[in-house]
């Protein structure tokens, strides 16, 4: 209601996901492809190393807004992985496009 924008996404909890509940929320699920398991350490060079090692084009990583070290992680991961030539897309470019 804040933005204006009806949510088309979904990133389901855990990861966990039935069909039926697609119908019923109207929504896109999301998964991810690379987790750096930042919910479970405070290890900033962990977390990143988790986040470039084996990631590939069109890869998701999973991470979660709500701890500090992943903020700081996140922001390291993004410079590793430019400087490795990657580019970020939204996920509307990189589901439909």
Known sequence: D???CETSFIRPPYGSWKKKIEIE???VPVLWTVDTKDWCSTDVSAIVRRGTKKTKENDII???DYYKTSVKSALK???ILKDE???F???DELIFD
């Open 2 to 4: 804040i933005t204006g």
């Open 25 to 27: 929320l109207n929504m």
């Open 62 to 64: 999973l991470m979660h």
């Open 77 to 79: 991961i993004v410079d």
């Open 85 to 87: 030539g990657f580019t």
């Open 89 to 91: 897309v939204t996920v």
